[in-house]
């Protein structure tokens, strides 16, 4: 008998090792496990052996079934790919899964789209391929003006039937205000996130490519006054303390009087390095009220109404906020850069 299980055990397993189907596994289980399987019959001669005999072949009968039980266990599994609890080591530490990271332009567009819209204010979209007139003409620029220059347009190779270059990449988000104007009237509360382009020597706080946020806040008796407070409370809510700012009268055709906004540099603190170019100040944005010419274009009464509009570098917010030494880094996919955010 003890030949005849060793054989029985040898056969089997020879056999698992070529099976490659769930049904030829099942198949075989039932010819030597099954309650008329081979095996099965083996051992139910048992009792036709004496006492001693019995308890040995017994042992050893039970021990092979278990093998083979064991190797159809697994045969099972290899064909299903399934792995049992069994091989699995619960006591391992857990694989963590990869999940990306908010570029921190992202965290601030995000922050900054709470804020306003918390204060009532519209999520504007504009196109970043605009026309002349939106970006320059509507906003108090005409063709040949010098205030052109200020801004290095990227013009698109097409001609209109005048013959003028008709498209821009817009240089700032103030296009988008008098698209505003145009949709909504007055009163009217917006902020534009977008991108702007410029055909400018990039360095550490230039890019051809940047960011801007733009306000536009238009009702009766809108004042200076109501510009410096959503100012300071834009600032207030990015910085998370009391940041210092200066404002200076600045130039921009499409508001009277016009403003600049300068940020005490948080990099170097105000000390001067490369980032402010040595100023200690970094420029953050203009603003100003917006001129009676430009609300005239957006079809808005400027005897009944007035109102605001600023213009943030958003990429030099995201720099201040976090310690950013250069604005190249935000557009480097540099892995090592994003995965600190
Ligand atoms: C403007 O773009 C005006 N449209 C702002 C404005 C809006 C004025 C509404 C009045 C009313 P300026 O060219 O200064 O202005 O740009 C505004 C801000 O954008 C700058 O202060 C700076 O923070 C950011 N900026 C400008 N050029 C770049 C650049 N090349 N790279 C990164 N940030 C830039």
Redesign the pocket.
Known sequence: MKNELQKIKEEVINKISKIKKEIDINNLEIKYLGRKGELTKILRNLKNLGEEQKKEMGRLGNQIKKEIRKEIERKKEDISGYFSSRDIDVSLPGVKAEIGHLNPLTIVQNELEELFTSMGFMILDGPELESDYYCFEALNIPKNHPARD??DTFYIDKKNKEGDYDLVMR????PVQVRAMQKYGAPFRGVVPGR?F?N?AVDA????S?F?I?CLFIDEDISVANLKAVVREMLSKIFEKDVTIRIRPGF?P??EP?L?VDMSCTICGGRGCPSCKNTGWL??????MIHPNVLRAGKIDPEKYSGF?????W??LAMMKFGISD?RLFQSNNLKFLNQF
Do not use: K, L, P
């Open positions: 200020m801004q240089t700032h988000t103030s702007a410029r400018e706080c230039h890019e051809h940047f801007q733009e921009f499409f508001v016009g600049e420029e953050m944005g203009g603003a100003g509009a600023f213009g943030f570098g990429d030099r604005i």
